[in-house]
T-cell receptor, first 112, second 115 residues
Framework: DQQVKQNSPSLSVQEGRISILNCDYTNSMFDYFLWYKKYPAEGPTFLISISSIKDKNEDGRFTVFLNKSAKHLSLHIVPSQPGDSAVYFCAASYSGNTPLVFGKGTRLSVIA | SQTIHQWPATLVQPVGSPLSLECTVEGTSNPNLYWYRQAAGRGLQLLFYSVGIGQISSEVPQNLSASRPQDRQFILSSKKLLLSDSGFYLC??????????????FGQGTRLTVV
């Protein structure tokens, strides 16, 4: 039973345009959501997060939107750069010492 | 500042051989510790997590085990490796009690190939 779903395995975007990565979750107890970026043969690095009391969080070129009623979140990257090419993982957790639950990832390719 | 060390970076082991992967965290105390695996074409699967010394929770029944002999040390083991144990193993830590809404920090990972 996959609680966090990233239904697009890959995404290709032109440099300078917007990249939109999507994530859906099924567990309504999740109240904290994160995005990680991963290069091959490296550990994931944290990008941005959002708690369920907000619907938007912005950090430079990265913005995460949360739609709790739809159980959906998205990561917007504007403008996209070639260095953004990586696998992006969506993750979720709920209050306490619960582990992060990850989606399967979306491979983003930014074409120069 | 906090750092996480995971070794080795790559490992090639024959089927049936034992396994020991070690992870240590510096600069924090009483962290929550995690072992994840990324298999080919799959996401990050949680294998084990620990909220304290000697406390291990297993998420997936399998050929692996974990131990936490010290506060900042987390070990992943197997007595006899299977081909299906191949994958990219990641250790991670997160702040313990009181740091509820924080991210987890990952090590560099170990690429395990069972042949």
């Amino acid at each position: 039973d996959q609680q966090v779903k990233q239904n697009s395995p890959s995404l290709s975007v032109q440099e300078g345009r917007i990249s939109i990565l999507n994530c859906d979750y099924t567990n309504s107890m999740f109240d904290y959501f994160l995005w990680y970026k991963k290069y091959p043969a490296e550990g994931p690095t944290f990008l941005i997060s959002i708690s369920s009391i907000k619907d938007k969080n912005e950090d430079g070129r990265f913005t995460v939107f949360l739609n709790k009623s739809a159980k959906h979140l998205s990561l917007h990257i504007v403008p996209s750069q070639p260095g953004d090419s990586a696998v992006y993982f969506c993750a979720a957790s709920y209050s306490g010492n619960t582990p992060l639950v990850f989606g399967k990832g979306t491979r983003l390719s930014v074409i120069a | 500042s906090q750092t996480i060390h995971q070794w080795p970076a790559t490992l090639v082991q024959p089927v049936g051989s034992p396994l020991s992967l070690e992870c240590t965290v510096e600069g924090t105390s009483n962290p929550n510790l995690y072992w994840y695996r990324q298999a080919a074409g799959r996401g990050l699967q949680l294998l084990f997590y620990s909220v304290g010394i000697g406390q291990i929770s297993s998420e997936v029944p399998q050929n692996l085990s974990a131990s936490r002999p010290q506060d900042r040390q987390f070990i992943l083991s197997s007595k006899k490796l299977l081909l299906s144990d191949s994958g990219f193993y990641l250790c991670a830590w997160k702040g313990g009690t009181g740091d509820v809404y924080t991210e987890a920090f990952f090590g560099q990972g170990t690429r395990l190939t069972v042949v």
